[in-house]
């Protein structure tokens, strides 16, 4: 492996994710906790695929197609599934809007930490 190479590797290695709160999927007073780390080309690649117009015209399922690409719970375990998109797509526009949004401009835990 190059140099170059074995710095990008190291670097994505300590990358921050996000921590994103969803009061309305949580349980009782807790909110479920997504937690997403950015978005890379090859995310925007596949959903590309899928969603040609993705860029200039994101629309809901393909929101909800990159929320279930990039949400994980703490542990770095997926937290939604294929299965779980059409429930997904059956909440208001807003909230997954909302969703999406917190994914695509995450800002790390340390970030927000700070704030």
Known sequence: MSKL???IAANK?????SKIEVPEWGEGDEPLVIYAGDITGQDMDRIGRK???FLRNPS???QVDMIILKAEDEDGNKHF?????MVMLSEPATL???IFASVFSATSVEEQEKN
Not at 13 to 17: L, S, Y
């Open 5 to 7: 190479r074995e710095r």
């Open 13 to 17: 290695a300590t990358r921050a994710r």
């Open 51 to 53: 969603h040609p117009d």
């Open 60 to 62: 809901m399922e393909a």
């Open 81 to 85: 599934t294929l299965e779980d998109k």
């Open 96 to 98: 997954i809007s909302g």
